[in-house]
């Protein structure tokens, strides 16, 4: 019963390369979302997706991209890392909609240099 | 913007007593208010809610007050217990629309 499963857990990454974070949810949600948390501010939606093949932004979409192409998995991708994106990221999924609770996993630390 | 605020980013307790986390948020269209629970090098999850058509809502020793008037709303954990020691997040939202979460606040339960 994995429930909502990130990978990797961690990354460090040299400014400019990309990378793909994967979140995989075996509870057959219909939305998925991906945030990061940062020192002293709460959690910030970057993406989110409503259903398989759809996405949308959410607070801090600029210098991500998402993909939705499976309904159990949502990707967040990072094309030129910056040490702006130095964050927690946590992905989340519920199978109702936004505004209720969310099943989250236990998040990547990414380090950008 | 930051539209939840938690303004203690912790809170120290001895066991037995009450915790009381608290939270203020300044979007008068949210209707749905959450506390999520989390452990170091684990997600958050999920603990208590309540809708903006009650003021009380209560599960065990967790118990979430809402003063819309006030746009506060608080946590009361009776009695605090070593295992809950944890960051606790408050959440908010409108109706079909993005959840905003406060910064956190560190509980420490000391035996």
């Known amino acids: 019963n994995a429930g909502v499963t990130q990978t990797p857990k961690f990354r460090v990454l040299k400014t400019g390369q990309s990378m793909t974070l994967l979140c995989a949810q075996d509870?057959?949600?219909?939305?998925m979302y991906w945030y990061r948390q940062d020192p002293g501010m709460g959690l910030r939606l970057i993406h989110y997706?409503?259903?398989?093949?759809?996405?949308a932004k959410g607070e801090v979409p600029d210098g991500y991209n998402v993909s939705r192409l499976k309904k159990q998995n949502f990707l967040l991708g990072l094309e030129s890392a910056a040490p702006s994106q130095t964050s927690v990221y946590f992905c989340?999924?519920?199978?109702?909609?936004?505004?209720?609770?969310?099943?989250f996993g236990d998040g990547t630390r990414l380090s950008i240099l | 913007d930051q539209q939840v605020k938690q303004n203690s980013p912790s809170l120290s307790v001895q066991e037995g007593r009450i915790s009381i986390l608290n939270c203020d948020y300044t979007?008068?269209?949210?209707?749905?208010f959450l506390w999520y629970k989390k452990y170091p090098a684990e997600g958050p999850t999920f603990l208590i809610s309540?809708?903006?058509?009650?003021d009380k809502n209560e599960d065990g020793r967790f118990t979430v007050f809402l003063n819309k008037s006030a746009k506060h709303l608080s946590l009361h954990i009776v009695p605090s217990q070593p295992g809950d020691s944890a960051v606790y997040f408050c959440?908010?939202?409108?109706?079909?629309?993005?959840?905003?979460f406060g910064a956190g606040t560190r509980l420490t339960v000391k035996p």
């Open positions: 959440a908010a939202s409108e109706w079909n629309n993005d959840m905003r």
């Open positions: 997706s409503v259903g398989e093949g759809t996405t």
């Open positions: 989340a999924s519920n199978p109702t909609g936004r505004n209720q609770p969310q099943h």
């Open positions: 509870m057959n949600h219909e939305y």
């Open positions: 309540i809708s903006s058509i009650k």
């Open positions: 979007n008068s269209m949210f209707d749905y």
